[in-house]
């Protein structure tokens, strides 16, 4: 990576999308900088494919604007179109073509000259690691094979921002994971990424960024780490004691420190004001009032928790 100053391949401001009296999406301001892997997480209903399909040029906004590599999506909308791959959540497929047919059709609508089409799909395939189904009806193809054509299609025209409508939904593991290598692999070649999905441990990997939307509404944008840090909201530590488990409770709800406190049988669950406490004040709290501390640890918030916490219940 170069020190050089990232520069935005993606900026909306104040992006708004009503429906009605509903703001599926509600003044969003985000940035995506070129060669950005970007994350763009949210629950059902947050409004990811709202805003992704906004940035395709397909959904007009109801206030504010995005622009993509200078180009405003809504009065340079023909300009957009060629510089972006656009990868739905549902695509239609073509059960009855033939893999290549399939892409040659979409190189065509792309007006890319037939003698050069043929290596263009070839180029794609290899991408994708489809070379060996050249010649398969789509309908045979697994899933993850199809969301992989899928991927091959908004390639056809070598865009240089790639919208992928979580592309890795409905795959196993092992999809997943080739899906991801070829996202990579994109990165890799240049390209500006958005990925949406609605599993934060799953971009966890990959991204270099992430945005997190709930309700329209960003809550989150930055890198991954961040996530965890400004989103758990104290340090957790577990500790198990021999003696008896409600009186080391009371002891532990007696801290200032303390927020929270759940026992289950002699696990005690213990949550923190702060990151910077040193726990050290709930050992020494534990043994001074005569409980018998067998077992302390500092309990890493995983990201999926984090996330889980920070959306619950706001799903619209
Ligand atoms: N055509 C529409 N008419 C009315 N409401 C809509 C329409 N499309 C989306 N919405 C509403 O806008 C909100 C955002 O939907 P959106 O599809 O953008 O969410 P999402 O984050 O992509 O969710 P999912 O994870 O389920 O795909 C939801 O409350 C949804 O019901
Ligand atoms: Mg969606």
Redesign the pocket.
């Given at each position: 990576m170069s020190d050089a100053p990232p520069i935005p391949a993606v900026q909306t401001t104040g992006l708004t999308?009503m429906?009605?009296s509903?703001a599926?999406?509600s003044g969003l301001d985000l940035t995506v900088n070129k060669g950005d892997l970007f994350g763009f997480i949210?629950?059902?209903?947050?409004?990811?494919?709202?805003?992704?399909?906004i940035l395709a040029t397909f959904l007009a906004p109801s206030a504010g604007r995005a622009v993509i590599l200078g180009h405003d999506v809504v009065k340079d909308a023909d300009a957009v179109r060629h510089i972006i791959g656009y990868m739905p959540?549902f695509f239609g497929v073509y059960k009855d073509m033939e893999v290549t047919e399939y892409l040659d059709f979409f190189g065509a609508c792309y007006r890319i000259p037939s003698a050069q089409r043929e290596k263009t799909v070839s180029d794609v395939l290899e991408l994708v690691g489809l070379s060996e189904k050249k010649g398969s009806l789509i309908g045979a193809l697994s899933r993850g094979m199809q969301q992989r054509l899928g991927l091959a299609r908004v390639l056809i025209h070598d865009p240089q921002l790639l919208l992928l409508?979580?592309p890795a939904s409905g795959l196993d593991p092992r999809a997943r994971i080739e899906m991801m290598e070829i996202l990579r692999e994109l990165q890799r070649l240049g390209k500006t990424i958005i990925i949406?999905s609605?599993i934060l441990s799953e971009l966890e990997s990959i991204c270099n960024r992430v945005a997190i939307?709930e309700k329209?509404k960003l809550i989150y944008a930055g890198p991954v780490q961040g996530v965890r840090d400004q989103m758990s909201s104290g340090r957790v530590v577990w500790v198990r004691v021999a003696s008896d488990t409600e009186a080391a409770v009371a002891l532990l709800k007696a801290l200032a420190v303390v927020t929270e406190v759940t026992a289950l049988d002699h696990k005690i669950k213990i949550t923190l004001t702060s990151h910077d406490i040193d726990h050290s004040i709930i050992a020494d709290a534990l043994v001074h009032g005569g409980a018998k501390l067998t077992e302390l640890r500092e309990d890493e918030i995983g990201l999926e928790e984090v996330f889980l916490r920070v959306t619950r219940g706001e799903t619209?």
């Open positions: 999308r429906y009605g509903l599926a999406l949210g629950s059902n209903g947050a409004g990811k494919t709202t805003t992704l399909r959540d409508d979580e949406s609605h939307i329209g619209q």
